[in-house]
Every structure is written in C-alpha cells, then in structure tokens.
C-alpha cells in the first residue's frame, strides 16, 4: 500500500481525490434535498465542453472547465426562473447545449488521448497547476459551504419559509450553483466529467440510508465519499483500470448493500 506513494501522480493524485471526496457531498446533499441532482450531469456535460475547448485553445483544460460550467449554472439558474412550474427544462437545455458543443469541439482536438482523460479520469495526468488550483478551488468551496451552512440547510427543506425568515434564498441558490460547478470541474481530471455527478449523489444516497439528520448525512455521506475515491484510486493503480469508473461501481455498490441492509433493520 505504501509503495503506491512512492510515485508522484500517485500523491497528486490522492490529495485531489481526498479533497474531491470532502467537498462532493458538501455540495450533494443539497442538490439531492432540492430535487436537483441532474444539475450535476448538466454541469458535468458543460464542464467536458470547457475541457474541449481548452484543449482546443491550447490553454489548460481545467480552467475552461471552470468558465464554462460556471455559464453552465448560471444559465440553469436563470431559465429556472422563466420556467417556474417546468424548471426541469433547463437542466436538460443545458445538457444538451454540453453535449453538442462537446461534440463539435472535439472535432478540432488532434487526437482524443487528452479529452478521454477527462471523460473517465486520470491518476498519471495531474500536474502540478492543476493540483494548486484544485486545492485553491477546494478549500474556496469548503469555507463557502461552512459560512453558509445554516442557509443551504434552511433552502434545501422550504425555500419559501427561509425567505419568509429573512435568507436571500436567490442569491444563496446561485452561490450553490456555483459551488456546484466549481465542483464538477476540479473533479474533472481524476474521477472523470462523465462520473462526478455520481459522486454528488451515490454518497448522499448511501447516507440517507442510515442517517437521522441533516448533520448526520453529511457527515456519512463525506466518509462515504472517501471511501469510495481512496478505494477507487487503490484499486485503479494495482488493476490499471480507469479510477472515475472504478469510484463510481464501488459507490454503486456500496450503495445496494446499503439499501439491502437498511430493509432488513426495518
């Protein structure tokens, strides 16, 4: 096990995955409370555009991730209010914008090998900008997520009864939208753009099975998610198999033996 340090992706690659695993569900269990989980997908789509792009413009990769999820976000954001009663329209809008532009920008890529990283994660390809300012980005979403924890707490139950006390719910709802996308994007490079929304969920998923409160989820849903990103990268490196895809059966997986047991204690 400890020679697996011994490798420098391999600590980059851990200390990314350790950080994507605290922050993923920080963002999750709010998405999962506001009915909002495909926003992860639509935001994942966008992110895989940004990464295109970036290729393309030969600037780096995960920085047009950023920018483009951010557009992303704000764009669902926006649409959700003119479609009030059918908001679900934007996200797959969105998704589908992601998509299309994914698919014409690739065609300016000379070869795939960079872009496939991307879309299924990579242990051997993060450098050392991408680490800085995947750090950066985390610990930006970590402290935002702690200042406004007793507001994401109140807007995931009853928007209208915490606008009613006071909270700024529309803002509170782009700052989550925005963490959201920041997010997606750091993730990009180890679990994968096409995988991180599950690990906005299937943690959240796995937690609700046993926790009692809003505290507890979150707090279960985090040491679900390192678990399945430590085990993945593990796992990944010993089998050479592709670490987001790897992260992502495990949670799957875990997530079944958790429903399984959850119906047994009831």
Do not use: Q, W
């Amino acid at each position: 096990m400890l020679s697996i340090f011994s490798y420098d992706f391999m600590r980059r690659a851990f200390i990314v995955a350790v950080l994507i695993g605290l922050i993923s569900p920080c963002i999750g269990i709010s998405l999962v409370l506001k009915r909002l989980s495909a926003i992860g997908d639509a935001t994942s789509h966008s992110a895989l555009a940004g990464v295109a792009a970036g290729l393309m413009l030969g600037i780096n990769p995960v920085i047009g991730a950023v920018v483009f999820s951010i557009l992303a976000v704000v764009s669902i954001e926006t649409m959700r209010r003119v479609f009030k009663s059918y908001s679900e329209i934007a996200t797959v809008i969105v998704m589908s914008a992601g998509i299309g532009l994914t698919a014409v920008l690739s065609g300016f890529i000379s070869g795939s090998v960079n872009l496939n990283s991307f879309m299924f994660g990579s242990i051997v390809a993060i450098s050392d900008f991408e680490l800085y300012l995947t750090i950066g980005l985390g610990i930006a979403v970590i402290s935002v997520s702690m200042l406004l924890y007793k507001e994401l707490f109140f807007i995931a139950f009853d928007e209208e009864a915490a606008a009613l006390s006071g909270v700024p719910v529309k803002p509170i709802n782009m700052i989550l939208m925005l963490l959201t996308a920041v997010t997606v994007s750091v993730s990009a490079r180890v679990v994968g753009a096409l995988m991180i929304s599950s690990l906005l969920v299937i943690p959240v998923a796995c937690a609700m099975t046993m926790g009692k409160s809003y505290k507890k989820t979150m707090t279960a849903s985090v040491i679900f998610a390192e678990a399945f990103t430590v085990l993945g990268l593990v796992l990944s490196f010993y089998l050479n198999l592709r670490p987001g895809g790897t992260i992502v059966l495990i949670g799957v997986l875990t997530l079944i033996i958790c429903v399984f047991m959850g119906k047994n204690r009831n």
